[in-house]
């Protein structure tokens, strides 16, 4: 069996088998999906299109009082947000955050002022991406179904705690490298996830994602075709009780002859509860770890633990 195992949606043996890894390695890698070929293929296509573009034209797009929008190569290291004092990560991204939410609502979670940013270009962005948004939602809230009844729970269980989500979708861009790391530097740094589920759709090449085991050994991901790359992220990690794993993971930068000439992508989706959801351990669990808190305040705590 692999580490990361591979998970038919459409199998009744699903939530059993979700239980299995999600409580042992925190990952897991889906097929039966059902999302729509055409939906993955013209919002990945829009995304190498944008990052295709010049680097004075992207730039257009970079929002320095909120979380959205454009980020350089080179502007992120995410093993800080767990004390690690690293060299940048070797990516850039594009990011989205929910379109349902007001101004408020988003900033109950401390992101800045945040707010929406679509590029003008390449033609066909905004409708590739809200598509793939939409899509990536529906596969949430169906993994949500699957997740509950895992834990012996009725279906609906998690699904007011997302009816005004604050999920978001980060398009990454792995470009080939004209010099060689600088000590202890990744495509993307050691890190965990903060909100309830990931939903990644990893591309070809070397250099790919690694979660780290429970010997601590990294294990690489492989990509399947046709299929998601799912973990959990800290907050689900609390709403079970600690039955399910939120797992470190990074992104590995190959050898020095392939990193000169090879590029990467990727989409991940991550899925946020609502601003306001109460997280309360879940009732099968025997004695709670945990007092229930909300989404934006436990967010909150997250963060300013990580910038400290």
Not at 162 to 174: E, I, K, P, T, V
Not at 181 to 202: C, F, K, V
Not at 226 to 242: C, Q
Not at 250 to 273: H, L
């Amino acid at each position: 069996m692999p580490a990361v195992p591979i998970i038919d949606l459409e199998s009744d043996a699903a939530p059993a088998s979700v239980d299995d890894a999600l409580g042992d390695i925190g990952f897991m890698t889906i097929v039966g999906h059902g999302v729509s070929p055409k939906v993955i293929d013209d919002a990945w296509q829009a995304a190498v299109d944008f990052f295709a573009l010049p680097d004075e034209v992207k730039r257009r797009w970079i929002d320095p009082a909120g979380p959205y929008g454009y980020s350089p190569f080179a502007a992120e290291a995410l093993a800080r947000s767990r004390g690690a004092d690293t060299p940048a990560d070797l990516k850039e991204s594009f990011n989205l955050g929910p379109f349902r939410l007001d101004a408020d609502e988003l900033a109950r979670l401390d992101l800045g002022e945040a707010r929406i940013v679509w590029p003008d270009r390449p033609e066909g962005f905004r409708e590739a991406w809200a598509a793939y948004f939409r899509a990536m939602e529906d596969l949430g809230e169906r993994l949500l179904r699957v997740m509950a009844a895992a834990l012996g729970l009725e279906e609906d269980h998690f699904l007011g705690g997302f009816d005004r989500h604050s999920c978001a979708l980060r398009a990454l861009h792995y470009p080939p490298l004209d010099r060689a790391p600088e000590p202890g530097q990744l495509r993307a740094g050691a890190h965990s996830d903060y909100g309830s589920l990931t939903i990644l759709r990893p591309g070809e090449g070397k250099g790919g994602l690694e979660v780290q085991a429970r010997d601590s050994e990294w294990v690489a991901v492989p990509v399947v075709d046709d299929a998601f790359v799912v973990n959990i992220g800290d907050v689900m990690e609390r709403w079970t009780n600690d039955r399910w794993r939120s797992t470190v993971h990074r992104v590995a930068v190959p050898p020095d002859e392939v990193a000169a000439v090879e590029e990467r992508y990727s989409i991940a989706f991550f899925q946020n509860p609502s601003p306001d959801a109460v997280i309360e351990v879940v009732p099968t669990a025997e004695t709670p770890r945990y007092e229930p808190v909300l989404f934006a305040d436990w967010l909150r705590r997250k963060v300013e633990a990580a910038n400290r």
